[in-house]
């Protein structure tokens, strides 16, 4: 019998809201956070709508209570990481409550980023270039991955263990994994886990050059799609074992049952015809839950918007469900793709759906991929019976994750 | 410049841009430049549309033109003196 | 775990150690580059011609621990590298720069995706497994090791290729040089891969006894864990140690009070003088130390008299970053 993984805490910040209350009521009114660019200085500003957290960085850095010279990525992250402590209720004195009746926890922090401090570095780059000796070293100390962690970490007073994944869009559902496998292990007592991307010239001008980037607002899921539009955010879970369950003595409703990681080995970018990776991955995570594919009653699909990958998941979808489709939909239409922080928030949407019995629509989907009426669901439903939802998250370099999650 | 000089020139421009392990010699123009030719990709493709836009101000209006203009160092050519032709008329 | 299959390349000419043995030299270029093979015969050139330095190093490093370990496919793939592929960043940094946002070419900007050298193996094998890029610092290769470590125990009688890469370009050495990281030892770079499994085999190398990563501990509590892996209450004691101690190290205490919890009169070798500095350098002393529990080929005067049987490798940094793997003959 598999140890169960309970979430007992979300934090989220993404351009549909600052907290997860306002994600949610976001998802609930059909209202995206897509649009032109405000905050990110670019040439493309009028070229390509995204999804941009609506603050300033220092906005952000009042929310977080930070001073000094901090990378976007940070403070989204501590803002979403911070949050889902507070939820869990491990918050106290401006920081991780380590002290549980007596006990002192081991309490891990795996975040995830692809571009890290890269907001600040692509800043501090053009005096660089002039001459090597110029431009303010603070603009880099976070450039690296690892210094986001860093500085997330500090913020929150975590020191037992800290680690960072980055395999692109699948990096925060890679995350939770392995967050859910040090706490089965007993290596940790809580693992905060989670994603965080800023938006940065880098990825936007990364993403142009593979010219997937729709100039109109995305169309996941939808055959007319012309590819997807970037966005920005953090989400983070706090996630426990039953033995610290037991201790903190929280009603938690979900469980992460399930979960699976697969290499597409087809292309660095582009994912294959027959979606091999991303099948392995759902197959994977099914199995794990020992749940028959009939059961899944929903799934927050991937859905970036692009051609290839929407046409290369639903056909692994159909591989592994065959005609017998369950609902699904891709959030991606109201907060754009955010990177390493979207199999993080949407971990915390799929969560949402099983506990409020709700579907989010995907947006402005015409004519779905998935032709079968109701499949692809494109008007809020409330559902009853929703026990097994699955959450797709995939990458660059064939890197496919699917996260199983079900009603305790 | 003649198609002859233009050919030769797409040639090393190719290898250039691509990092190509070949000489211009051993890349005959008529020979198919994607999966059995050169064995160039999808990525490559996008490559050269820049390629275009950079060296002969000629842009591709969307990534599916691709196939069809990338066929061959011949096409490339072909398609090259068309644009150019209608941009100078 | 065993390591029943491992490659470096570094600085120093190690790539062909098995059979060419290693003429041990300090590393004295300020920015140590990659002593590279020849790349013909072991990469396609079709596919080489988008590889930076430290795919190239990653991705030959680890077909050639395959290789050794004879192990086709292996179950997971395990990546660390704490600056990611810097060159191709700083290729497209450069040009957007340059360029102001138009007419960017896509390769580097794919090709700087921190998970490049680990899907560059997966996609080289067709291999469909677990694929994983860890990229905490001076943890990096030690945290994917210690996922090596629990996939094996979930998953018995499987293989996990685990490694680290990472590469020094001209724009990080300019950086880290204003940061001062280069004031005591001269920059490096490197590649290591492992395969490991849980049990020996007629490749074996060594075995990897324990490995511990510590961020901001106090320094009792680094010595209580160097007390604890080493105490000579163990019926084996350590033979060498293999040191992250730079030339003149801030840090030189610490590195001598770990010494001395970790027993009597270790020798010490400190590695860094061969590889250079830089994150994932214990990468390259774990392959080091496996290459002389293999071969039992410590210069003479730098190791125990008797063929080491024992190895401990400790570094830290000054962001406080401390990991300790202890190696076995076996």
């Known amino acids: 019998m598999q140890q169960a993984i309970y979430l007992a805490g979300r934090g989220a910040i993404s351009c549909i809201g600052n907290n997860v209350a306002e994600n949610i009521a976001a998802l609930r009114e059909g209202s995206a956070g897509l649009g032109p660019i405000r905050y990110l200085s670019t040439v493309h500003a009028a070229s390509f709508p995204v999804g941009e957290v609506k603050a300033t960085n220092t906005e952000l850095a009042q929310m977080a209570g930070w001073s000094g010279t901090n990378s976007r990525t940070s403070l989204l992250g501590f803002i979403a990481a911070r949050e889902a402590l507070q939820n869990a209720g491990l918050w106290e004195n401006d920081r991780v409550k380590q002290q549980i009746n007596g006990k002192r926890l081991r309490i891990g922090l795996i975040s995830s980023t692809t571009v890290a401090g890269m907001d600040l570095t692509e800043n501090f780059f053009p005096a660089f270039l002039e001459n090597a000796a110029a431009g303010k070293l603070r603009y880099v100390r976070q450039h690296e991955a690892g210094a986001t962690t860093e500085r997330i970490a500090a913020g929150l007073g975590i020191k037992d263990y800290l680690n960072t994944i980055s395999t692109a869009c699948s990096s925060s559902a890679n995350a939770i994994m392995l967050g859910a496998r040090l706490l089965k292990a007993g290596q940790l007592d809580i693992v905060l886990a989670g994603g965080t991307d800023a938006l940065s010239k880098f990825t936007l001008n990364g993403f142009n050059t593979l010219m997937i980037l729709d100039q109109q607002l995305c169309q996941p899921f939808d055959k007319q799609r012309r590819g997807l539009n970037l966005g920005e955010g953090a989400g983070f879970l706090v996630l426990v074992n039953e033995k610290t369950a037991a201790l903190l003595g929280g009603n938690y409703t979900v469980k992460l049952a399930g979960y699976a990681n697969a290499n597409d080995a087809h292309h660095q970018t582009a994912s294959s015809p027959d979606g091999t990776g991303s099948y392995l991955a759902m197959k994977g995570a099914l199995e794990m839950a020992g749940v028959e594919p009939a059961a899944i009653g929903y799934i927050n699909l991937h859905g970036t918007g692009t051609q290839n990958n929407d046409s290369s998941e639903s056909t692994a979808i159909q591989r592994l469900f065959g005609d017998r489709f369950p609902a699904m939909s891709t959030t991606k239409s109201y907060t754009g793709h955010t990177l390493a922080a979207c199999g993080a928030l949407e971990a915390i949407y799929s969560a949402v759906s099983l506990e409020e019995q709700v579907l989010f629509p995907s947006l402005r989907v015409q004519q779905p991929v998935i032709e079968e009426p109701g499949v692809v669901v494109t008007q809020l439903r409330q559902v009853t019976g929703l026990r097994h939802v699955l959450s797709n998250s995939f990458g660059f370099g064939g890197n496919c994750s699917s996260l199983f999650f079900s009603l305790t | 410049m003649n198609r002859e000089q233009l050919v030769e020139e797409l040639k090393q421009q190719i290898i250039e841009q691509l990092n190509l392990q070949v000489k211009p010699a051993d890349i005959v123009a008529s020979d198919p430049l994607f999966n059995e030719g050169l064995g160039l990709d999808s990525i490559d493709a996008l490559e050269l549309i820049v390629l275009m836009q950079q060296k002969y101000r000629i842009k591709l209006a969307n990534a599916e033109d691709g196939p069809k203009v990338f066929q061959s160092v011949d096409t490339m050519a072909d398609f090259i003196l068309a644009n150019q032709t209608t941009q100078a008329g | ?330």
């Open chain 3, 1 to 330: 775990m065993f390591i029943n299959g491992a490659s470096a390349i570094s600085p120093l000419p190690v790539f062909d150690a098995l059979t060419k043995g290693i003429n041990f030299e300090f590393l004295t270029a300020a920015k140590g580059r990659v002593a590279e093979p020849d790349y013909s015969n072991l990469i396609d050139p079709k596919l080489i011609r988008r590889m930076s330095r430290i795919i190239r190093m990653g991705v030959v490093t680890a077909l050639d621990a395959l290789k050794q370990a004879a192990i086709a496919n292996p179950d997971a793939i395990l990546t660390g590298t704490a600056f990611g592929c810097l060159e191709d960043t700083g290729v497209f940094l450069k040009r957007l720069v340059e360029n102001k946002e138009e007419m960017l070419t896509p390769t580097a900007f794919i090709q700087s995706t921190h998970n490049t050298v680990g899907a560059q193996v997966a996609l080289l094998l067709k291999c469909h497994s677990y694929n994983n890029t860890y990229v905490q610092r001076a943890h990096s290769f030690e945290l994917s090791l210690l996922d090596a470590q629990l996939w094996l125990t979930e998953h018995a009688g499987q293989a996990v290729l685990v490694g680290a890469a990472d590469e020094l370009t001209d724009y990080s050495y300019s950086l880290l040089e204003r940061f001062g990281t280069f004031k005591h030892q001269c920059g490096g770079e490197g590649a290591a891969y492992f395969l490991v499994q849980s049990a020996a085999s007629a490749s074996s190398w060594a075995e990897i006894e324990t490995i511990h990563t510590l961020y901001q501990p106090t320094e009792e509590e680094l010595l209580e864990l160097v007390r604890s892996i080493s105490a000579p209450a163990k019926e084996q004691p350590v033979d060498l140690i293999l040191s992250g101690e730079e030339n003149h190290d801030e840090k030189a205490h610490l590195y001598m009070n770990v010494k001395a919890a970790a027993g009597d009169n270790i020798p010490v070798v400190n590695y860094k003088q061969f590889c250079g500095t830089y994150p994932t350098a214990s990468a390259f002393a774990c392959w080091l130390g496996a290459y002389w529990l293999k071969t039992g080929t410590i210069p003479a005067g730098w190791g125990p008299v008797m063929p080491a049987k024992r190895i401990l490798i400790y570094q830290t940094d000054n962001l406080g970053y401390h990991s300790l793997i202890l190696l076995k003959a076996c």
